[in-house]
Nanobody
């Protein structure tokens, strides 16, 4: 099993940047496909970005493409989501997730096995 802990959320003005982190313990991220999701109040959890298990492939939701970047630091066993040009509609709780039985990109919430507790990102206008 793997345990995931997010950090780095906070309050930022529109147009600003923020980086959220997801640290894994128990197993290394190299054994998992990973993803970032977000959930705004009153809305369903939605896909944001995903990273393949080998770390070579990435995929983004259209709403964040060109602004967000998912990456991994294997030495720290941590996955990051760099968020630039933030908009008020990016306000949400951000969750990282991991799936063991996959190699490629996974975008569906239901297919992920492990989740972190989430970190709040608030973008003011």
């Amino acid at each position: 099993q793997v345990q995931l802990v997010e950090s780095g959320g906070g309050l930022v003005q529109a147009g600003g940047s923020l980086r959220v982190s997801c640290a894994a313990s128990g197993r290394t991220f190299s054994a998992y496909t990973t993803g970032w999701f977000r959930q705004a109040p009153g809305k369903e959890r939605e896909f944001v970005a995903a990273l393949s298990r080998n770390g070579y492939s990435t995929y983004y939701a259209d709403s964040v493409k060109g602004r967000f970047t998912i990456s991994i630091d294997n030495t720290r066993n941590t996955v990051y989501l760099q968020m630039n040009s933030l908009k008020p509609e990016d306000t949400a709780v951000y969750y990282c997730a991991a799936r063991a039985a996959a190699i490629g990109i996974v975008t569906k919430t239901a297919l992920y096995d492990y989740w972190g507790q989430g970190t709040q990102v608030t973008v003011s206008s």
